[in-house]
């Protein structure tokens, strides 16, 4: 009789992705002969947390830039909204988290709606104008000494009091879970979004939108729709920094923060959702590794890195990956046929 | 036979260009009409008027009696008029499927008219989870004429099918849409005068963004010096 043969099944990278990333602390620990709750095993959890936040934030961008083709330069105004509101509503007003997590969502989708009634009546380049003044707006907002009381103008908002249950310092490794477990849920949302019929719609505007149209959709209600939940998740990022970092000041605000949107996902691969998010590591790691050994200098050193990684894989990491991937099946397909073909007509055995 | 589209008088600009000068046209319910003229007559531009995708500044446009001049594309789609333009327009990064599920009006539009569509276009079968940049031209055609098939349209516009297509694939095509004129209205827009003469029941020249010339085409298929003068081609 013969053995079946043990194989994985075709979407066993992201469950084994996770496992990895839940046994990551343990695995530290471990590793390093350190609690899991001090030393290296510490830092890192804080390391991959802050990445998982980031991924959310550059998922959001991918589904505004990569999924509908809508290039804002003003995402950074929700990121930074979310930030500021969470530390305005826990340090000032008292609210429970959980009553901030709507506000943040509520004020996003005020925010979002307002942004994109008003910029989406316009396309590419014009649009990325028009995003740009509106986070310009919000920038300059955030440091006006007129409401300093709140927002701490631009010194920014300091010691934003956490709940002590998720506190990042006290509490990492739960807070450490808490963001892995809000970024594997944005994503199993956001997929879900991309594979629907209204993604499906979003893709077609992406690749032509005046063919979307013709087949009878109101585009600007669906780039509406993908503008909206873009800026609801990436406030959402937002609020969570507020909740690892304690604070919230002007950068977050800045044209910086969006084009760290654009970098992880071009880095990662337009389009992809995986690919964001494994820019949004590579940015953080980069940075991090880049910082230690160069310095201040590090920036310098991370735009020629870019430009490799543009010229050598210029559909992102994941993009090129899946590119090939597609390339190398095809051609072995091709093989495969020819193969087969030759075989059917008698192939070495074949008498003439 | 009552008149579907009536097209009266209308004038198109693109930019500062006055590209249409006075395009007048009828395509009776149930037939097969072709727009001709040469590169630059205005034909595509005609169509796109027609859809929404250029607003007329002067002139009618009529479905069923009812003005439709100035509305939004898609809200003209959504009357019933599918369009197929020039260059094979398939969503790539979509699969054969989702580029026709994409079409449907209401839910289920696919499947009932899969078997229509699929009898007409056996290759779509084929590669249906293909994705649409993948298909070779022809298949690209014929996926970008069975997504108006998908819902329930009552004219069918229709650019340049044969363009840039190896004669026996165009030779599927014209099957196809001669199979189709059973189902609904065409108005056709097409360089190759031997398609259109095959499948056409009348006949519209364009000339200089003006309607030049109209009746029913077995009589223009037999008046070689309009067809030499018009469309450069015997």
């Known amino acids: ?352 | 036979m009552t008149d579907l589209l009536r097209v009266e008088n209308i004038h198109t600009f693109i930019g500062q260009f006055h590209i249409l000068e006075g395009v007048s046209l009828s395509v009776p319910a149930g037939s097969i009409t072709a727009l001709l003229g040469r590169n630059g007559a205005g034909k595509t531009t005609t169509l796109r008027s027609i859809i929404g995708l250029l607003s007329p500044r002067a002139g009618r446009i009529m479905l069923d009696g009812r003005e439709i001049q100035g509305r939004p594309a898609y809200d003209i789609a959504a009357l019933g008029i599918g369009y197929v333009p020039e260059h094979r327009a398939v969503f790539r990064d979509l699969t054969v499927e989702e580029n026709l599920k994409i079409a449907e009006r209401r839910k289920g539009d696919l499947d009932r008219r899969s078997d229509l569509i699929f009898d007409l276009f056996p290759d779509l079968k084929r590669f249906i989870r293909l994705p649409g940049g993948q298909l070779s031209g022809g298949q690209q055609q014929m996926l970008s004429i069975a997504r108006v098939l998908v819902a329930d349209n009552r004219l069918l516009l229709i650019d340049e099918p044969s363009e840039g297509l190896a004669p026996v694939i165009v030779e599927n095509i014209i099957e196809a849409l001669r199979r189709l004129s059973d189902h609904t209205t065409v108005l056709l827009v097409e360089q190759n005068f031997r398609m259109a003469a095959q499948l056409a029941d009348r006949y519209y020249i364009l000339d200089d963004g003006q309607s030049v010339q109209s009746g029913q085409m077995a009589e223009l298929a037999r008046d070689g010096a309009l067809v030499a003068k018009y469309l450069g081609a015997g």
């Open chain 1, 1 to 352: 009789m013969k053995t079946p043969r043990l194989r994985l099944p075709r979407n066993w990278l992201g469950p084994a992705a996770l496992l990895v990333l839940v046994l990551f602390p343990f695995a530290m620990a471990l590793i390093t002969g350190q609690p899991v709750t001090e030393g290296a095993p510490k830092f890192w959890q804080g390391m991959l947390a802050q990445m998982f936040i980031l991924a959310v934030y550059a998922m959001s961008y991918d589904l505004l830039l990569g999924y509908t083709g809508i290039l804002s330069f003003g995402h950074a105004m929700f990121f930074g909204t979310g930030a500021y509101l969470t530390g305005i509503l826990l340090k000032h007003a008292g609210w429970p988290l959980w009553q901030v997590g709507l506000a943040v969502m509520a004020a996003a989708v005020l925010q979002s709606l307002l942004v994109g009634l008003l910029s989406l009546r316009v396309r590419g380049v014009y649009l990325a104008m028009v995003t740009l003044a509106f986070a310009q707006m919000f920038f300059i907002l955030s440091e006006a000494t007129d409401f300093a009381q709140w927002t701490g103008a631009e010194d920014g908002l300091h010691s934003i009091p956490a709940p002590r249950w998720m506190n990042p310092t006290d509490e990492r490794l739960r807070f450490y879970f808490i963001s892995l477990a809000f970024c594997v849920a944005i994503y199993l949302i956001v997929r879900r979004v991309v594979e629907s019929p209204a993604g499906k719609v979003m893709i077609a505007i992406r690749e032509n939108e005046n063919r979307a149209q013709m087949i009878g959709y109101n585009t600007f209600v669906y780039k509406l729709l993908a503008v909206t939940l873009s800026g609801v998740l990436a406030a959402l990022s937002g609020l969570m920094n507020a909740l690892w970092n304690l604070n919230a000041n002007p950068t977050m605000l800045s044209v910086g923060v969006t084009i760290n949107a654009l970098l992880m996902t071009i880095i990662g691969g337009v389009g992809t959702l995986v690919g964001p998010m494994l820019g949004a590591a590579i940015l953080q790691l980069l940075g991090y590794w880049l910082n230690a050994f160069f310095g201040p200098r590090w920036p310098l050193i991370f735009g020629i890195v870019f430009v490799l990684i543009v010229l050598f894989l210029p559909y992102g990491v994941v993009g090129t990956w899946q590119m090939r991937g597609a390339s190398w099946r095809s051609t072995w397909a091709e093989r495969r046929r020819r193969l087969a073909g030759w075989a059917n007509e008698g192939g070495l055995g074949r008498k003439n």
